[in-house]
């Protein structure tokens, strides 16, 4: 996300619910924030949810908010932070405690590895191995999802990445590392099953 943005609007006019200023804002990021709230819950009503919650807290925070980061990356912070509650709302059972390093597992390493490089292009780019794509990434655990959403769907940087789920830079490039890691294995399994179809064609 551009640091511009944040120049882009004036704080003293949304404090004073100035309602053009609002609805700039609003208009400016509500699809980058629907669109993340959708990649990490994977259903429309509660994207919705988090839209409007994160800016209507927004407004509420206002005040207090004191501009040592984006305004952008602030508001996707209290979206993240929305979509988190619903989640360990509807899935509890994600608060277990992890071991490792920053909280995520240490002794997982993938071991199912497939070169894909020799399938076609447009198998690559279908809408069944997109579908797959992202049915994978609904299956990571909690804290590497977001990480891999952020970063490498959202293509946010290394250092908004932290800022926004408060987490050292190295914390973040541990679990996209991970993340990556899991990934491949289990597009490696699919990849792998084209690949034998591919061959016995």
């Given amino acids: 996300m551009s640091e511009q943005k944040q120049q882009e609007f004036s704080l003293e006019a949304l404090r004073s619910g100035d309602r053009a200023e609002l609805a700039r804002l609003v208009d400016a990021h509500s699809t980058q924030i629907y669109r993340l709230a959708l990649k990490m819950l994977a259903n429309n009503q509660d994207a919705e949810d988090v839209l409007q919650n994160t800016f209507m807290k927004a407004m509420q925070a206002l005040p207090s908010f004191e501009g040592r ?6 508001l996707y912070r209290i979206a993240v932070n929305e979509a988190l509650m619903i989640i360990r709302r509807q899935k509890p059972e994600v608060n277990v405690v992890e071991h490792g390093i ?8 993938p071991t199912q590895f497939v070169d894909w490089c020799c399938l076609p292009e447009s198998e690559l780019m279908s809408s069944e191995a997109k579908n797959h794509l992202d049915e994978a990434v609904q299956q990571l655990p909690e804290k590497l999802r977001i ?5 490498d769907i959202e293509k946010l940087s290394i250092r908004e990445t932290s800022q926004m789920l ?3 830079e190295s914390a973040v490039k541990t679990r996209l590392l991970r993340a990556r890691l899991q990934l491949r294995e289990q597009l490696s399994v699919y990849y792998g099953e084209r ?6 064609a």
Avoid: M, P
């Fill in 69 to 74: 980061s984006s305004l952008s990356t602030w």
């Fill in 102 to 109: 920053d909280g995520v597992q240490s002794d997982y390493v």
């Fill in 147 to 151: 990480v891999f959403i952020l970063r």
């Fill in 166 to 168: 408060e987490l050292t």
């Fill in 195 to 200: 690949l034998n179809e591919e061959e016995l």
